[in-house]
């Protein structure tokens, strides 16, 4: 299990994500759960609720061979149907893989549409549950690599006052506003 989703307006439903068997739902608070086979993947990384309680967001992790199958995607009604609206999928650069993937996810407590997400090229924010994205490399420090997963945040955590903290293989970045401007608080690979 990557990640666990609880619905905010109805404790009876969670999701989980797993490694090596996409999204699982719960309807009886964990009891007893069913493969989610609208969400076809294998390596489901991370599964979010939005506060009103309908919009899901999941990241999976580049597979089956073919592009834009990794990346984020947002179901509109509990996980029955699974779109990838075209701007949630990153710009391809030497500093990202050809195969994207998507990885955490963070809803900002203060604005009910923003999301961000971590992906391959950086990160992803959404100010509209989802709709569109935009996509930012956080600076590297020590300069440009040839490794095609440095500007990847594998995690993100949104806090109040527009503060969000990203961790990457070039360690963990800081935002006061909003994922506008970055600044390295750690050096390290926070992986």
């Known amino acids: 299990v990557e990640s666990i989703a609880a619905n905010p307006r109805n404790n009876n439903e969670n999701f989980i994500s797993t490694q090596f068997g996409g999204l699982w739902e719960s309807t009886n608070r964990g009891f007893s759960w069913t493969h989610l086979n609208s969400f076809n993947t294998v390596f489901t990384k991370d599964i979010a609720f939005s506060q009103d309680g309908e919009t899901l967001i999941a990241t999976r992790v580049r597979d089956c061979g073919l592009r834009h199958t990794g990346g984020i995607w947002i179901s509109r009604n509990k996980g ?11 710009p391809v650069n030497n500093r990202s893989p050809k195969r994207n993937s998507g990885y955490g996810i963070s809803f900002d407590p203060e604005n009910e549409g923003r999301v961000y997400v ?44 527009d503060i969000v903290i990203a961790l990457t293989k070039s360690g963990v970045f800081r935002s006061d506003d909003a994922g506008q401007s970055w600044q390295n608080i750690k050096s390290g690979n926070f992986a």
């Not at 699974?82 to 990153?90: K, R, Y």
């Not at 971590?118 to 994205?133: E, I, K, M, P, R």
């Open 80 to 90: 029955i149907t699974w779109t990838q609206p075209p701007s949630a999928v990153p």
């Open 118 to 161: 971590g992906t391959d090229y950086g990160l992803a924010v959404s100010d509209d549950l989802g709709q569109n994205w935009n996509h930012f490399q956080l600076p590297i420090p020590g300069g440009i690599f040839s490794d095609s997963t440095q500007n990847t945040v594998y995690s993100v955590l949104a806090l109040p006052n």
